[in-house]
């Protein structure tokens, strides 16, 4: 299946992606893709650093006469988003990445597909092991668990890097130009709860929610698709009043920086209630299909009988639950007044897990402005502490903030508009981009980033198009080899 993978052009390019999509490599779990970089570069008989976090440094030296040009540094990170469809068998641990060809676009067998950021690893490998591209002094900074935590770049140490312009190659819209970018927090609530017996006269029902689109918490923020914890708390808040239903166990969402597409939950009820909650829910599926017709037209709401479970959560604490997660921020919080159409923050509920008398809650907070960015996890953090949870706030990183006179951002602009014959979009995105983190021990580095087109990242909808991968790659040889000398 990834044969055809590797007949796309530029070949090289696709050649390396799929030898890298072929090594498993979820965020907090890629040491095989970290040391399938670094032999990459030892094999190169290239100057090959390993830090002590894991990050991965490749130097390459000039090609013959832009010795004297300023040198640049390409950056990617090797971890991917392990999503994949629930009735999909797939073990991110231990699989390789299934690609196939779907017209002008390269996909997934019901998983994420890694071109974020894979496509900008194998781009950066491809100008490593290149014989005939021109291009200055060079470093390519392969960074580690960028998804989960941009542990990588947080680790990064000041003296490793010796280039002036940073090609982050982590963009997602060929027609886009990215020169700054959100910051982002964890807002994570956990508690515990009385574990209580279910009654023998009750009855036990499996509730589903599917079918959303999901995507990146970021990028994909502004679309308003539907998120799967917040509708499922939705019916559950509604079902304890009219028919008295007792939790037993959630199980929603699963990575703080992916639109939450599924949510399952088991709850028992009286007998007497089970035709009118059939009805309800019934109702409520084609009220939500009429709500999100748009942005989630799959989307599905399954009831069924189910085992009795042995335990369920007391009823004081469901009420506070199911009110604190009603009340949980979701969504855009502020759209910039400055740039149109940025969302200037925003918060994901990314993952609600009740369980053996454990509560677990994450969010995923975002602002291009700090101040209103803690504003809005300091409101989360009100909205739970009257339920006697544990409050944490961390995992904070820093926005990256826009320099628009910056030598590179003229640069690139120039090689674009000769390149495709029109001016590129040139904006700050509400994604979280390690520049930021990176910039704060290399000051004096100017930084850009860019990259083909991607849609559906943090889903198993990914996808990337080929024909804007070509373009992509040209865009960068031709960036490189018109960097100006030093001075």
């Known amino acids: ?36 970089v670094q032999d990459f570069g030892l094999r190169l008989g290239l100057e090959t650093i390993r830090d002590e976090v894991g990050n991965v440094i490749i130097k390459k030296p000039a090609t013959p006469g832009m010795e004297n040009c300023i040198p640049v540094i390409l950056q990617g990170h090797v971890d991917m988003v392990p999503q994949k469809n629930k009735d999909v068998e797939f073990d991110f641990d231990k699989q390789g990445i299934n690609m196939y060809v779907d017209g002008d676009w390269v996909k997934a067998k019901g998983t994420t ?17 290149s014989n005939d591209i021109s291009h200055p002094p060079l470093e390519a900074l392969f960074t580690m668990d960028e998804e989960t935590g941009m542990t990588g770049a947080m680790a990064l140490k000041s003296g490793l890097l010796d ?3 940073l090609l982050n190659l982590d963009s997602e819209d060929e027609d886009e130009i990215t020169i700054g970018c959100a910051g982002g927090i964890d807002v994570t609530i956990n508690n515990q709860y009385e574990l209580k017996k279910v009654k023998k006269s009750a009855v036990a029902y499996t509730l589903t929610v599917k079918g959303l689109k999901g995507g990146h918490s970021g ?48 709850i028992v009820m009286n007998a007497k209630f089970e035709k009118k909650f059939k009805k309800f829910i019934k109702e409520e599926r084609e009220i939500l299909k009429a ?109 990256w903030a826009p320099v628009p006179d910056a030598l590179i951002n003229t640069l690139l602009t120039d090689v674009y508009k000769k390149e495709f ?67």
């Open 163 to 165: 280039g002036k312009i």
């Open 219 to 266: 990028m994909e923020i502004h679309i308003g698709r539907g998120n799967a914890n917040k509708i499922m708390n939705r019916l559950l808040w509604m079902a304890q009043y009219r028919f008295n239903i007792r939790i037993s166990s959630i199980d929603g969402g699963s990575l703080r920086n992916a639109i939450p597409r599924e949510s399952t939950a088991v």
């Open 421 to 487: 014959g029109k001016e590129p979009h040139i904006m700050a995105c509400h994604a979280g981009l390690e520049c930021g983190i990176i910039k704060e021990n290399y000051q004096d580095v100017d930084m850009i980033s860019f990259g083909p087109n991607i849609r559906g990242p943090h889903s198993p909808d990914e996808r990337v198009q080929i024909s804007s991968v070509g373009r992509f790659w040209g865009l960068l040889k031709n960036t490189l080899a018109s960097m100006p000398k030093v001075g």
């Open 1 to 36: 299946m990834n044969d055809e993978i590797r007949k796309l052009e530029p070949s090289v390019l696709w050649n390396h992606f799929t030898d890298l999509n072929a090594i498993p490599r979820p965020s907090k779990r890629e040491e095989r893709a970290i040391q399938f």
């Open 291 to 399: 709500e999100y017709k748009t942005t989630d037209p799959d989307i599905d709401i399954i009831s069924g009988s189910t085992e009795k479970p042995e335990n369920l959560m007391d009823k004081d604490s469901q009420i506070l639950l199911l009110s604190a997660v009603y009340a949980n921020m979701n969504g855009i919080f502020r759209m910039s007044p400055d740039v149109a159409n940025l969302v200037q923050t925003s918060n994901n509920l990314a993952r609600v897990s009740v369980k053996d008398g454990e509560v677990e809650i994450q969010n995923l907070t975002r602002g291009a402005v700090d101040s209103e960015k803690m504003d809005l996890a300091y409101s989360i953090l009100a909205t739970y502490e009257n339920t006697g949870a544990e409050i944490t706030l961390d995992g904070a990183y820093p926005g």
């Open 113 to 129: 597909l890694g071109a974020d950021n894979g496509i900008g690893v194998a781009a950066a490998m491809s100008v490593l092991s």
